[in-house]
């Protein structure tokens, strides 16, 4: 699987940080040619299932998540927030982490993917892609706050 890890420190309070990377809606404003389908009532929590739907026309497919972990930040402590792909082209795992650091924030996000169909010997490729296109939304979702660590 390609597995990939992005770090940002930002000047926004964790709260507000855990707040818009945890927008799965937001998500699609920053992927191009990505609609995404909130499938369960809010609020977000354990069991919370989405789909991004990615690509033009025919040339596209569905990429489903669910919520299997959820701790918001409060009290100092950080937040975390586990999602499992559970896709017929995509599966794999995702994890955001939200650090409270001073009056910023460090959102740390890990995630594995595999795309069916395609052989292991390109999951360096894959990983390489994958760091691209969620630092891309990662960035935007922050607002353009955040600093590479």
């Excluded at 920053?30 to 995404?36: D, E, R, S």
């Excluded at 299997?68 to 975390?80: L, S």
């Amino acid at each position: 699987m390609g597995e990939f890890r992005l770090t940002r420190a930002v000047a926004l309070p964790a709260d507000e940080a855990w707040s818009r990377v945890t927008d799965w809606r937001g998500h699609a404003a920053q992927v191009p040619l990505t609609a995404v389908r909130v499938m369960t009532p809010p609020p977000t929590g354990v069991g919370t299932r989405f789909v991004a739907r990615s690509g033009v026309g025919r040339a596209c497919f569905d990429d489903p998540m669910e919520v299997v972990g959820w701790e918001p930040p409060a009290g100092g402590r950080p937040g975390r927030c586990r999602l499992e792909k559970r896709g017929s082209v995509i599966t794999g795992w995702a994890e955001i982490e939200v650090l409270p650091q001073g009056p910023g924030a460090v959102v740390v996000w890990v995630e594995q993917l595999h795309i069916r169909f395609l052989p292991r010997l390109l999951d360096p490729l894959v990983a390489r892609a994958g760091r691209l296109v969620f630092g891309r939304a990662l960035d935007g979702l922050l607002l353009g706050s955040s600093s590479h660590v």
